[in-house]
């Protein structure tokens, strides 16, 4: 699991963090020892990429593109690949995979997830002019 690349980090069927290496620590700002007490629901920036990520949950691997945050609140847009296998005891076992779409090379990803960002910066920006006018 431990890669220089990316950010890694493995989650059981609720969410729960169980491993992550130190890329990952670092880019959402927690200690080693820490981890095994979040969710990973609480690093997506947005309720929709969440709802996203847990509905594909039967998927033996999935791919996303959504906007994750850190412990401070600041959002980054990422690319997510997800693996799921099963441990020793049956449980299944998520393998995530987690890059900021800046350090990413924009001609690795198809034309359709390209799309999908510009969408989710469009029902943003129209979410807060919504906000703005309550």
């Given amino acids: 699991m431990e890669t220089i690349e990316s950010a890694c980090c493995e989650m059981n069927s609720h969410g729960r963090l169980l491993t992550a290496n130190k890329k990952f ?3 959402f700002g927690f200690d080693p020892g820490e981890i095994e007490w979040h969710y990973i629901r609480d690093l997506f920036r947005y309720e929709k990429n969440w709802v996203s ?17 850190n ?15 099963e ?6 076992i998520f ?18 997830d390209v799309q999908k960002l ?17």
Avoid: P, Y
């Avoid at 990520?53 to 945050?69: D, G, M, P, S, Y």
């Avoid at 441990?87 to 299944?92: A, K, L, P, R, S």
């Avoid at 393998?95 to 359709?112: G, Q, R």
């Fill in 95 to 112: 393998k995530n995979t987690i890059s900021k779409l800046s350090e990413i090379n924009e001609n690795e990803f198809a034309a359709d």
């Fill in 71 to 85: 412990r401070k609140g600041r959002s980054f847009v990422a690319s997510i690949s997800r693996e799921s296998e």
């Fill in 53 to 69: 990520f847990i509905k594909n949950e039967a998927l033996q691997t999935a791919h996303f593109i959504v906007r994750l945050k």
């Fill in 118 to 134: 510009e969408d989710e910066k469009e029902d943003a920006e129209v979410f807060e002019v919504q906000k703005l006018a309550l």
């Fill in 87 to 92: 441990d020793e005891n049956g449980h299944t």
């Fill in 25 to 27: 620590c670092r880019m």
